[in-house]
Nanobody, 119 residues
Framework: QVRLVESGGGLVQPGGSLRLSCAAS????????MGWYRQAPGKQRELVAA???????NYADSVKGRFTISRDNAKNTVDLQMDSLKVDDTAVYYC?????????????WGQGTQVTVSS
């Protein structure tokens, strides 16, 4: 059974920091591209950051220079360090595990963790 469990969300003031963590089980973690997505009320889910099995990273333009994604293949975890948080960063953040092994696509999601940036 695949499980992705996010933690670390909460309420923070603008300019503050939070660190999200996602613990994965039931998958061969190092083979997967791991990603963080977010969905704000009334908006579509969007990619925030991703890190490939080879540790190549990709960020949404809106978070470049403020957020850092990292992975620990020994612990099966992926973290998202969020600094200089803005009100617009408020959303539910989801962990994603993706592996494409044609013709099969393995795509798993966590349950989400709320991040609220407010004064």
């Amino acid at each position: 059974q695949v499980r992705l469990v996010e933690s670390g969300g909460g309420l923070v003031q603008p300019g503050g920091s939070l660190r999200l963590s996602c613990a994965a089980s039931g998958i061969t973690f190092y083979l997967y591209t791991m990603g963080w997505y977010r969905q704000a009320p009334g908006k579509q889910r969007e990619l925030v950051a991703a890190i490939t099995s080879g540790s190549i990273t990709n960020y949404a333009d809106s978070v470049k220079g403020r957020f850092t994604i990292s992975r620990d293949n020994a612990k099966n975890t992926v973290d998202l360090q969020m600094d200089s948080l803005k009100v617009d960063d408020t959303a539910v953040y989801y962990c994603n595990a993706l592996r494409i092994a044609p013709p099969v696509k393995f795509d798993y999601w966590g349950q989400g963790t709320q991040v609220t940036v407010s004064s």
